[in-house]
């Protein structure tokens, strides 16, 4: 191992713009995933009800794969999670193909297992991020990395629309083969990341994670992440077949979606700075406020317009509450023991956000597309409440 990768900081600026450029070919296959699961699994399933059960298996999958990508993180370096995750990805693709042609829903299930492992290992690109720079400059690293996926929500809706005809009768057939191929160059991208390979202390993990874990700074971290996460998810989720059935085409769906995804993303150029300035609290307080401006526009109506302007807000309030969230977790755990209160962080999420997706495709077909976003104000009071309650205690503790 070249001397230079015992130096953490040596190849900070080629290894965040590497993360970037895997974050954005990466995210597009994320993209593709949601921009056709819905769609594939309302053709193939034997009950409209199930329509979205890949979608809630994929991110299921993301939940499962977190704490194992972690532990080969921490045992192996990030790099060798990195590569096991793009091998997923290809995967992934491979398998969704093959069950579009055979016209087989519990392949095209089972095909989202390894894509949610992938999309688990692509969001640790965010923290990596952070080993490669220095303390103060670490939220505008994990911003950097995040602003690839501006350029994913451009690939990945128009990867969809320019080869979901391609492979007539099989709808989408083609483009999970592009999928495929783009999850291969992204490992080509990964490959020269150069990170420090774990020390002794980080392979022993520091502190157990219950002591952890029971630190109310962390539990609020993961509240606000969780719900910033589910409720994206519920409604993106949601969002492609809903406007499928309120005979909207699936042009505008994939628009809507692009226009979703850049929002999510874009806001990152900035992000960093506005939490370096503001305080990661702020940062998600403004973040969960978004996403109930969302369900609000929502609410007023089902034309194409309404959706856009849904998913746009969603998008950014996602940003500020994901990564405002993300930078407080780091706060709460030394350096050796990051890697497993990132995962531990990432698992909660995601597990909680399976509860959801699964909830999103049921509500939609029994009760129709208010529902689903009438129930999002649920989880926004509750993860306000505890921000208020953690700024409060923060507050009061500095006047001590």
């Known amino acids: 191992m070249p001397a230079a990768d015992t130096t953490p900081y040596a190849h900070g600026t080629a290894n965040?713009?590497?993360?970037?450029?895997?974050?954005?070919?990466?995210?597009?296959?994320?993209?593709?995933?949601?921009?056709?699961?819905?769609i594939v699994g309302n053709t193939l399933a034997p009950?409209?009800?199930?329509?979205?059960?890949?979608?809630?298996?994929?991110?299921?999958?993301?939940?499962?794969?977190?704490i194992p990508a972690g532990a080969i993180a921490r045992r192996h370096g990030r790099r060798a999670a990195f590569l096991a995750g793009t091998g997923c990805g290809v995967l992934v693709g491979?398998?969704?193909?093959?069950?579009?042609?055979?016209?087989?829903?519990?392949?095209?299930c089972a095909a989202m297992i390894p894509g949610g492992a992938y999309a688990a290992v692509v969001l640790s690109f965010r923290f990596a991020a952070t080993d490669c720079v220095e303390p103060e400059r670490r939220p505008r690293a994990m911003s950097a990395v995040m602003a690839g996926g501006v350029f994913a929500g451009v690939i990945g809706p128009q990867l969809v629309t320019l080869t979901m005809d391609v492979w007539p009768p099989h709808l989408f057939l083609a483009t999970f083969l592009a999928q495929?191929?783009?999850?291969?160059?992204?490992?080509?991208?990964?490959?020269?990341?150069?990170?420090?390979?774990?020390?002794?202390?980080?392979?022993?993990?520091g502190r157990p994670l219950g002591v952890i874990a029971r630190q109310p700074r962390f539990v609020t971290a993961v509240l606000c992440g969780v719900v910033s996460y589910l409720l994206m998810n519920f409604i993106m989720t949601a969002a492609p077949l809903a406007m499928r059935l309120c005979g909207l085409s699936q042009e505008a769906s994939n628009l809507g979606l692009?226009?979703?995804?850049?929002?999510?993303?874009?806001?990152?150029?900035?992000?960093?700075?506005?939490?370096?300035?503001?305080?990661?609290?702020?940062?998600?307080?403004?973040?969960?406020?978004?996403?109930?401006?969302?369900?609000?526009?929502g609410l007023g109506g089902?034309?194409?317009?309404?959706?856009?302007?849904?998913?746009?807000?969603?998008?950014?309030?996602?940003?500020?509450?994901?990564?405002?969230?993300?930078?407080?977790?780091l706060e709460c755990h030394r350096p050796e023991e990051k890697t497993q209160v990132q995962s531990l962080n990432d698992f909660i999420v995601f597990g909680t956000m399976a509860v959801g997706s699964f909830a999103s495709g049921g509500l939609l077909a029994a009760f129709g597309w208010d529902s689903v976003l009438w129930v999002s104000f649920v989880p926004l009071a509750a993860a306000i409440a505890a921000l208020a309650v953690s700024a409060s205690s923060r507050a009061a503790s500095a006047t001590v």
């Open 16 to 38: 965040v713009l590497r993360l970037a450029t895997a974050q954005a070919l990466a995210g597009a296959n994320a993209v593709v995933v949601y921009a056709t699961g819905a």
């Open 94 to 108: 491979l398998l969704s193909a093959l069950a579009v042609l055979l016209g087989s829903f519990w392949l095209f």
């Open 258 to 297: 692009q226009w979703h995804v850049i929002a999510m993303y874009a806001p990152s150029f900035v992000t960093g700075r506005l939490v370096e300035r503001f305080g990661a609290p702020r940062i998600v307080f403004a973040g969960l406020g978004l996403i109930a401006a969302s369900a609000a526009v």
């Open 47 to 66: 009950s409209p009800a199930l329509a979205t059960l890949p979608l809630s298996i994929f991110v299921v999958g993301m939940a499962v794969c977190t």
């Open 180 to 205: 495929a191929a783009v999850a291969a160059v992204s490992a080509l991208v990964l490959v020269g990341v150069r990170l420090p390979m774990p020390t002794a202390a980080e392979s022993a993990g």
């Open 302 to 329: 089902v034309d194409v317009a309404h959706f856009w302007v849904s998913l746009i807000l969603l998008g950014v309030g996602w940003n500020f509450g994901f990564l405002g969230a993300s930078a407080l977790v």
